[in-house]
């Protein structure tokens, strides 16, 4: 067996394993353990990629410690890798604490982000491309998979349906954003832990200086809401599907350090900063919208929704030491046991 991949897929060597007893009440607990879930389907691809079957294989244990049954493997049908899973809750009937674990959800659909291995990594790449396009993610048969599995999950909890939650990492993010919003809009909220989602955008948040990167971001939107407001009175760019997702708070969990979601830190915090200054106005229609999003949005009925964009979100940024970027990018850093005190949470709401 490979040593890296033995110490990075390994429950035992990489796993919160200090978790012994899960208060689903505690912030730091459940995000830990929707990481954890997360990974799972990580190494479930590895496992098939190396053919680690039975007694052999090392994504079992990611959820078993967690009392968690795997009901489904999410495949994509272009290439056959396993890109997600289908987890249930299975307490023991000795449980310490039946009120804490009264909290827990009852399924879990979770997905993983890009794997670079030669068996995967194509067709990974081929949907990074069509995200950072803007465009397609919706129409992929992997996308289609998992729409069908979560959609089916939320009729199996019937009234519970609540108690379904999603997860993701990276790309596996973008997979839940898109699939929650679906829900959302149908009025079904399915809480969703959101690891690294990509923000697609120019990093603004990189850039050192802040009076800079504050200016950067007032003159964005202002052209921002300018282009929306022209293309609102010929009749496109409606804002209402925007607003319908008002109630839907899902967990956007990021790394100043990792340039594909940092930019989330700017985006939420900036909404404040606009109603400071007075223009509160031009950033709450900034907010709801991209310049690129608009313009690819011409002549189609609603528009062109970014799908990076929230009314509404609980952030978490990881402020932390990162010392490169695949730690920044990791979806290890969120189960550290040191973690929550380095964690910044704000709530944001779109009114």
């Not at 993983?112 to 067709?123: D, F, L, P, V, Y």
């Not at 491309?129 to 465009?135: I, K, V």
């Not at 850039?207 to 007032?218: A, N, Q, S, Y």
């Not at 003159?219 to 319908?244: I, R, W």
């Amino acid at each position: 067996m490979d040593k890296m991949r033995s110490r990075k897929d390994l429950f035992e060597v990489s796993g919160p394993t200090y978790l012994t007893y899960v208060n689903w009440n505690c912030p730091h607990h459940r995000r830990s353990v929707m990481a954890s879930l997360v990974q799972g389907a990580y190494v479930l691809e590895r496992d098939r990629q190396l053919n680690q079957q039975g007694p052999d294989a090392l994504a079992p244990a990611w959820w078993k410690f967690f009392h968690f049954e795997l009901r489904q493997e999410l495949v994509d049908d272009a290439d056959s890798s396993i890109f997600g899973a289908v987890y249930a809750f299975k307490p023991p009937y000795n449980i310490l604490d039946p009120a804490a674990a009264a909290s827990a959800p009852h399924y879990v659909v979770a997905f993983r982000g890009t794997i670079r291995n030669k068996a995967s990594a194509s067709r990974d790449l081929e949907l990074d491309l069509q995200l950072a396009r803007n465009g397609g993610l919706e129409r992929s048969t992997r996308f289609l998979v998992a729409m069908h599995a979560i959609r089916a999950v939320v009729s199996a909890a019937g009234a519970g349906h609540g108690r379904v939650w999603l997860a993701g990492h990276s790309l596996g993010s973008a997979i839940s954003t898109l699939g929650g919003k679906i829900m959302a809009r149908a009025g079904v909220l399915l809480p969703a832990f959101l690891f690294n989602p990509p923000f697609l955008s120019a990093p603004v948040e990189r850039i050192p200086h802040k009076k800079v990167k504050h200016g950067i971001r007032i003159a964005k939107s202002f052209v921002t809401a300018g282009v929306a407001t022209v293309l609102q009175h010929k009749g496109g760019g409606g804002d209402e599907a925007f607003a319908a997702l008002a109630r839907w708070v899902p967990n956007v969990l990021v790394n100043p350090a990792d340039h594909i979601s940092a930019e989330y830190v700017g985006y939420f915090g900036h909404r404040k900063k606009m109603e400071d200054i007075g223009a509160g106005a031009v950033g709450r229609l900034a907010t709801r919208h991209s310049v690129t999003h608009l313009l690819q949005g011409i002549g189609k009925p609603g528009g062109c929704e970014p799908l990076h964009l929230f009314p509404s979100a609980v952030l978490t940024v990881n402020r932390g030491p990162s010392p490169d970027f695949k730690t920044a990018h990791g979806i290890h850093q969120w189960w550290r046991p040191d973690l929550a005190m380095q964690l910044q949470c704000s709530a944001y709401s779109y009114a």
